[in-house]
């Protein structure tokens, strides 16, 4: 079965530096990944998608990249700031059936 | 815009008793809709999906059911309730029109606790 694998521990990074969470999958390599933030009791929020054929993908602070051989997806945020806390969730297609296999996300803790 | 809107917000409900959460979706057409149950230490678990009126797939095995009577409606019922139903469960949905890679657009939860 496909299988999302992320960090599930908590991530504490001080503000102002680079956040890195790192997304695994296993068996065939999905058409695409996606980002998602999560802040407790709300529903997740989608940030960005990255194809298997793209490389990186930035938005503002955000980039994504996409490693076919390693079998991979890194999400960074620069500059964090404590209002990137949160719970970062990683999602890949199901390959011919709707709707995405999630990994556990990851707790990222910013701290002032 | 699009929107979705859930509700109740939180239920408590004893094992036994029936469940109906509803959910609605304002501003799109066909949509593609899903149910999602996030377990504490666990990540989402998608339970059903429909591309339809009355189309619904499940995913997993379990005493609870979906329906879509209409197009921007979905709702997620048992008839009786378990422990193991206990989580926070989750509506979104998707544009269709073949796009596979749609991002998901999910409400803001129940939580259901069930005693």
């Known amino acids: 079965s496909q299988k999302i694998e992320q960090n599930s521990e908590a991530l504490n990074i001080q503000e102002g530096k680079t956040a890195t969470l790192t997304c695994n999958y296993t068996n065939y390599s999905p058409a695409y990944l996606q980002w998602y933030r999560q802040d407790p009791g709300r529903g997740p929020v989608f940030l960005l998608l990255i194809r298997e054929n793209e490389k990186e993908k930035r938005k503002e602070r955000l980039k994504v990249t996409f490693d076919t051989t390693l079998k991979q997806s890194l999400f960074h945020i620069t500059a964090s700031q404590p209002a990137d806390s949160a719970t970062y969730l990683c999602?890949?297609?199901?390959?011919?059936?709707?709707?995405?296999?999630f990994g556990k996300g990851t707790h990222l803790i910013i701290q002032p | 815009s699009q929107t979705i809107h859930q509700w109740p917000a939180t239920l408590v409900q004893p094992v036994g008793s029936p469940l109906s959460l509803e959910c609605t979706v304002e501003g799109t057409s066909n949509p593609n809709l899903y149910w999602y149950r996030q377990a504490a230490g666990r990540g989402l678990q998608l339970l059903f999906y429909?591309?339809?009126?009355?189309?619904i797939s499940s995913e997993v095995p379990q005493n609870l059911s979906a329906s879509r009577p209409q197009d921007r409606q979905f709702i997620l019922s048992s008839k009786k309730l378990l422990l193991s139903d206990s989580g926070f469960y989750l509506c979104?949905?998707?544009?269709?029109?073949?796009?596979?890679?749609?991002?998901?657009?999910f409400g803001n939860g129940t939580r259901l606790t069930v005693t």
């Open positions: 429909s591309v339809g009126i009355g189309q």
């Open positions: 999602a890949r297609n199901r390959g011919g059936a709707d709707g995405l296999t």
């Open positions: 979104a949905w998707s544009q269709s029109w073949g796009l596979s890679n749609s991002p998901l657009h």
